[in-house]
């Protein structure tokens, strides 16, 4: 059964940074790649970032380019997205989610169950 | 990259059938098969029922279809069951770096 258990949100100031983490089992997590998608509360799906099944290619939405870090460690199957230079914009919920393919295709098959970000002073 | 534009809300009977439509450009949804739709119920995360426009994921009732002419792309939901009380959103493979695109949802009532 394909798990996905997102970690690391919270409450951080703007400005601040935070890393958000997920485990993934169930699955060839080397095999697919993965992304983050985020929703506002009472809002809808934003795809944030994404990530090729070796690592080797990343892919940002504008609003987080140049602030957001995705990466991946295969060997501990962990997907990862470090948020630096967070706004206020940035409150959500961020889901992890695999891809259906090795390269992004922005289809997911599976989801995590969400973790809160929340950016107030 | 703006999101795809869908009705804010459709609503049927139980039994009735329902079409949500999904607006993009040539750029996303009129350029490539990788159309996706997903179904959210309240403080769930969201849940794949049609991927590459029209192709079901195992366990995933026939009741949903999807299908796409030119740059919009529809779900159909077939003999409407209280359980498809839900927000359901389209997305799309965009190309470029701005790789994904996410429709505004659709809020799906069962009268």
């Known amino acids: 059964e394909v798990q996905l258990l997102e970690s690391g949100g919270g409450l951080v100031q703007p400005g601040g940074s935070l890393r958000l983490s997920c485990a993934a089992s169930g699955f060839t997590f080397s095999r697919y790649a993965m992304g983050w998608v985020r929703q506002t509360p009472g809002e809808g799906l934003e795809w944030v970032s994404g990530i090729s099944g070796g690592g080797d290619s990343t892919y940002y939405a504008d609003s987080v380019k140049g602030r957001f870090t995705i990466s991946r460690d295969n060997p501990k199957n962990t997907l990862y997205l470090e948020m630096n230079s967070l706004r206020a914009e940035d409150t959500a919920v961020y889901y992890c989610?695999?891809?259906?393919?090795?390269?992004?295709?922005?289809?997911?098959?599976?989801w995590g169950q969400g973790t809160l970000v929340t950016v107030s002073s | 990259q703006s999101a795809l534009t869908q009705p804010r809300s459709v609503s049927g009977s139980p039994g009735q059938s329902v079409t949500i439509s999904c607006t993009g450009t040539?750029?996303?949804?009129?350029?490539?098969?990788?159309v996706s739709w997903y179904q959210q119920h309240p403080g769930k995360a969201p849940i794949l029922i049609i991927y590459?426009?029209?192709k079901r994921p195992s366990g995933v009732p026939d009741r949903f279809s999807g299908s796409k002419s030119g740059n919009t792309a529809s779900l159909t939901v077939s003999g409407l069951q209280a359980e498809d009380e839900a927000d359901y959103y389209c997305s799309s493979y965009a190309g470029g770096n701005n790789l994904g695109v996410f429709g505004t949802g659709t809020k799906v009532t069962v009268l």
């Open positions: 040539s750029s996303d949804v009129g350029g490539y098969v990788y």
């Open positions: 989610a695999k891809d259906l393919l090795y390269t992004p295709s922005i289809t997911f098959d599976h």
């Open positions: 590459e426009v029209n």
